[in-house]
């Protein structure tokens, strides 16, 4: 099967830099996801890494280390916006099932 | 551009009684999933679906039954409903390349009494 570990909780302030990890354990990776869950509403993707290295999208970057079963994503320039959960995902037998990790909620401060 | 459409968004159940969550999605995705969230809680994986006719079993399948019959639908029924199937669902779609981007309905609240 697969388990993936986020941290529970995490408090940042506006401006700062804040780095969310998750570590995995799965059979035939394929690639590591991210999402963003607003409080009442659905999950949406942030990010995708099939390969080791860094993936930048504006304020969000993503990175993985598949010999070490890890990824983290970052945010810079957090705004209260931002306070949300996060949620890493895998892809793994044959591509297409996707389990997600038990998230990790921001908090952000003025 | 409608995306996956969930419905009901709300429904109050008795337990023992059964119902079905109906979800379908335009967007031509030949993966479709069913994830139940908790409260406070991450996504398990119920069922999905890799194309019409093709179901297979995720993380917590018990109590739930699903069928693909066309590629735009893939409902979720409910038998024999149980205060510990108390839950958000949620129902999403894919397509079977690239990053694979899972994109969700608004979700079904759904309560067992």
Same mark, same amino acid.
């Given at each position: 099967?697969?388990?993936?570990?986020?941290?529970?909780?995490?408090?940042?302030?506006?401006?700062?830099?804040?780095?969310?990890?998750?570590?995995?354990?799965? *059979?035939?990776? =394929?690639? $590591?996801?991210?999402?963003? !869950?607003?409080?009442?509403? #659905?999950?949406? @993707?942030?990010?995708?890494?099939?390969?080791?290295?860094?993936?930048?999208?504006?304020?969000?970057?993503?990175?993985?280390?598949r010999?070490? *079963?890890?990824? =983290?994503? $970052?945010?810079?320039?957090? !705004?209260?916006?931002?306070? #949300?959960?996060? @949620?890493?995902?895998?892809?793994?037998?044959?591509?297409?099932?996707?389990?997600?990790?038990?998230?990790?909620?921001?908090?952000?401060?003025? | 551009?409608?995306?996956?459409?969930?419905?009901?968004?709300?429904?109050?159940?008795?337990?023992?009684?059964?119902?079905?969550?109906?979800?379908?999605q335009?967007?031509?995705?030949?993966?479709?999933?069913?994830?139940?969230?908790?409260?406070?809680?991450?996504?398990?994986?119920i069922?999905?679906?890799?194309?019409?006719?093709?179901?297979?079993?995720?993380?917590?399948?018990?109590?739930?039954?699903?069928?693909?019959?066309?590629?735009?639908?893939?409902?979720?029924?409910?038998?024999?409903a149980?205060?510990?199937?108390?839950s958000?669902?949620?129902?999403?779609?894919?397509?079977?390349?690239?990053?694979?981007?899972?994109?969700?309905?608004?979700?079904?609240?759904?309560?067992?009494?």
């Open positions: 099967g697969q388990s993936l570990e986020q941290p529970s909780e995490v408090t940042a302030v506006e401006g700062a830099i804040v780095q969310i990890n998750c570590t995995y354990q799965t *059979s035939g990776f =394929y690639g $590591l996801s991210w999402y963003q !869950q607003h409080d009442g509403g #659905a999950p949406t @993707f942030l990010s995708y890494n099939a390969l080791d290295g860094l993936e930048e999208t504006g304020r969000f970057s993503s990175f993985l280390s010999s070490d *079963s890890y990824g =983290y994503l $970052l945010l810079q320039e957090l !705004q209260m916006k931002d306070s #949300a959960s996060y @949620f890493c995902a895998v892809r793994s037998t044959g591509f297409q099932k996707l389990v997600f990790g038990t998230g990790t909620r921001l908090l952000v401060s003025p | 551009n409608a995306g996956v459409t969930q419905t009901p968004k709300f429904r109050i159940l008795k337990i023992g009684q059964s119902m079905t969550l109906q979800c379908t335009d967007m031509n995705h030949n993966y479709m999933y069913w994830y139940r969230q908790d409260p406070g809680m991450g996504l398990k994986l069922y999905y679906s890799v194309g019409a006719g093709i179901t297979d079993k995720g993380e917590v399948p018990n109590g739930y039954n699903v069928s693909r019959s066309t590629t735009e639908d893939f409902p979720l029924r409910l038998e024999l149980a205060p510990s199937q108390t958000v669902y949620f129902c999403a779609s894919s397509s079977n390349s690239g990053t694979g981007e899972l994109f969700f309905g608004e979700g079904s609240r759904l309560t067992v009494l």
